[in-house]
């Protein structure tokens, strides 16, 4: 099983790396984050709808509507409309880098204030490296920062807070990924799509072409709601999760040459530096943190 665990990984990490591409070829086809997010959860929470009638009263009872309606911010629809607005305004490099490479640095300032982590070079490497990967890829060498660029870099940021909250207190109210998985979609669906249909109604998404919004449903509705979780389960469950994280730094750079295929978005050689350099980042913090003594707080994105 250990071969089919690893390949289980590998489509997962393709999957993830692939929405910053398909979030852009999106905007580029008149579809913003709020449209790419209706489109997502209209279809998701229809086809996991069953598993949440099977799942969600037990769900709903042991963790309460508070704690599943904040889930479905930071984790579900919320999370998805900012991450993907993101790419209405900037390139795919810089999602694909900011996005994970923020993280390490959110999880180190949330468990130090929810939780009283101490702060050690052993836990601060890994995300001091992505952080000064994300200097090299947005601020050094010359790089020209257009205005709307700032607008998307923004977003990246605030995206970046959100998961890293979500998997912080998915962990901390010991909710199951699958119990989320089951719960989110349904949840996202009804809280977003009422809002979406007041402000932006149907016409965006009809007037887009039908391979864009297709494209959209399949990747995302599917996909990654779907498919990913799943794959990134059984992968954790066959070869480990030290294994899995171990691979899970190489999604920016595969998303950039994702981006660079599927939406022709060249880079410059410090953009390119600045994604491998966050790239190390994550590997050398999931490394530290397979290797330091376990504590009781969660265990959060900085630790995969």
């Known amino acids: 099983m250990k071969s089919f665990g690893i390949i289980a990984a590998l489509g997962a990490i393709v999957i993830f790396a692939g929405s910053p591409a398909i979030g852009r070829s999106g905007s580029a086809n008149g579809l913003n984050g709020l449209d790419q997010t209706a489109i997502r959860y209209a279809f998701s929470s229809l086809v996991l709808l069953p598993l949440t009638i099977w799942y969600g009263r037990a769900v709903l009872a042991r963790h309460g509507w508070f704690k599943l309606v904040a889930l479905s911010v930071l984790g579900g629809a919320g ?7 993101g790419f209405v305004f900037a390139p795919v490099a810089y999602g694909a880098a900011l996005v994970p490479g923020l993280q390490p640095i959110f999880a180190l300032v949330l468990l130090r204030f929810l939780f009283g982590d101490r702060l ?9 490296i992505c952080l000064f990967g994300l200097f090299v890829l947005t601020a050094a060498g010359g790089v020209k920062l257009e205005p709307a660029h700032h607008t998307g870099i923004g977003l990246f940021v605030l995206a970046a807070l959100l998961w890293c909250s979500y998997t912080v207190v998915l962990k901390a109210w010991q909710v199951d990924p699958h119990e989320a998985l089951a719960t989110t979609a349904l949840i996202s669906a009804l809280a977003f799509l009422p809002f979406y249909f007041a402000v932006r109604g149907v016409a965006p998404v009809l007037a887009a072409p039908l391979h864009a919004s297709l494209l959209q449903l399949v990747h995302h509705g599917i996909l990654v709601g779907i ?8 992968a954790v469950k066959n070869v480990g999760s030290f294994t899995v994280s171990s691979l899970l730094p190489a999604t920016p750079i595969l998303a950039i040459v994702i981006g660079w295929w599927l939406v022709d978005e060249s880079l410059t050689l410090e953009q390119i530096i600045g994604v491998a350099i966050v790239s190390a980042g994550l590997l050398v913090g999931t490394w530290l943190a397979a290797r330091r003594p376990q504590s009781p ?4 994105a900085a630790d995969r």
């Open 79 to 85: 999370y998805n409309a900012v991450y993907m607005s």
């Open 120 to 128: 050690s070079l052993r836990v601060a490497i890994g995300p001091i």
């Open 227 to 234: 498919a990913a979780t799943y794959l990134y389960s059984f």
């Open 297 to 300: 707080r969660p265990v959060t």
